[in-house]
T-cell receptor, first 115, second 116 residues
């Protein structure tokens, strides 16, 4: 079975500082990989996705992620964090047989932004 | 609005009662999904519909859980004989289906179920 590990439960970053959220996955073939953000009172929103091709993918709100097959990682980055980025971030992998209809999520990383 | 709508947003019930949770997807989205998010966990897949039929219900935990989508739009998740362990936020999502699927799921805000 596939699994996703997000080792950091909470991360605090100063506003304007850079951010990296870690994600490791377990899957035999090339996975479909996703990052979603969950803000209070809002539904989960897709930040970016990786299916194939260029291993550095750009997303919305200035986020990017890099797929590293050798490390089974798909870390999320942002060069300068804004207070509005405070939220919970989920990494997910799509099951191969069904593509991306069935997602396996990590446990999430809560981002706190300090002034 | 034009997003995924879920009702009720909050439901408190007693152990053993029957509960229905409703999801109204984005217009034109043929695929619909139910996930469950327990406290401190990521969403967990329950079931996926393509049109009116359940294409994958492998995530339903047991036969107390059932979901329908009779006309290929609105879906209802039904939970019989609720247990305290069913307490969670139930998330619904929709997407384009088939070859039009871009990989993005559009989630509603969820229905928070509390079983006393």
């Amino acid at each position: 079975a596939q699994s996703v590990t997000q080792p950091d439960i909470h991360i605090t970053v100063s506003e304007g500082a850079s951010l990296e959220l870690r994600c490791n996955y377990s899957y035999g073939a090339t996975p479909y990989l996703f990052w979603y953000v969950q803000s209070p009172g809002q539904g989960l929103q897709l930040l970016l996705k990786y299916f194939s091709g260029d291993t550095l993918v750009q997303g919305i709100k200035g986020f990017e992620a890099e797929f590293k097959r050798s490390q089974s990682s798909f870390n999320l980055r942002k060069p300068s964090v804004h207070w509005s980025d405070a939220a919970e971030y989920f990494c997910a992998v799509g099951e191969g047989n069904t593509g991306f209809q069935k997602l396996v999520f990590g446990t999430g990383t809560r981002l706190l932004v300090s002034p | 609005g034009a997003g995924v709508s879920q009702t009720p947003s909050n439901k408190v019930t007693e152990k053993g009662k029957y509960v229905e949770l409703r999801c109204d997807p984005i217009s034109g989205h043929t695929a619909l999904y139910w996930y469950r998010q327990s406290l401190g966990q990521g969403p967990e897949f329950l079931i996926y519909f393509q049109g009116t039929g359940a294409a994958d219900d492998s995530g339903l935990p047991n036969d107390r859980f059932f979901a329908v989508r009779p006309e290929g739009s609105v879906s209802t998740l039904k939970i019989q004989r609720t247990e305290r362990g069913d307490s969670a936020v139930y998330l619904c999502a929709s997407s384009l289906g088939g070859r039009a699927h871009t990989g993005e799921l559009f989630f509603g805000e969820g229905s928070r179920l509390t079983v006393l």
